[in-house]
């Protein structure tokens, strides 16, 4: 399979997100990776943004200030250590995974990406960019299995979404 790029803000195909090229009909593709991890999602469907995170990269103290909005902050009050490091990477994950779906990436900042609180059900709760954001959007977190990362994919799309571990 050959690779290609689109990038949704400047049209460049030199970076932005990838694609499938040579093939018909081909389905929609994500990357994402950390340290020794890769996950790749494909969606046949509608346009799909997947994103791994390292827990342990998020206990930056400037973390919260910086990625997320005042509506996200709350629902980490009272946590420390592991726990709070684990509820940030959810949020950035399903951030990402957002903006990897929108093709935006970071030329809309994630702290104008509003997703809903680590323990809840995963969602876009708001979008604040004056870019124009997606008009449906489900999102989900990834079970892998690993005590040491989190994963989570978005799909342009109002039908359910069930991910299938290839
Ligand atoms: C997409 C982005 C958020 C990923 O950041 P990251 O956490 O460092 O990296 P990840 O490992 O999770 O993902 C990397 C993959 O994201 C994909 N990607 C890059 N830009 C993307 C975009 N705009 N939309 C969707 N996916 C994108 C690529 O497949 C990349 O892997 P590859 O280079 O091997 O193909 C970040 O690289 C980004 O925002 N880049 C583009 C910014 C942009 O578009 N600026 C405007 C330029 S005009």
Redesign the pocket.
Known sequence: MR?A?R????G?DR????VLADLPRPPHL?????GQWALAALCEEAEI?V??EGIAATSWDAFDRVLLADLERPALAGLDGAQLTRARAILLCRK?AI??A??????VEPVEVIVSAPEDSPELREWRSPRRGPAAIRVVDLTLGLSTHVAALAVLTDAPVRAEPG
Not at 7 to 10: A, D, G, L, S
């Open positions: 690779f790029r990038c949704r803000t400047c460049s970076h932005g997100k990838p994500s990357l994402s990776y950390d943004g994103d791994i990402e903006l990897k929108t093709g935006h990436g970071f030329s």
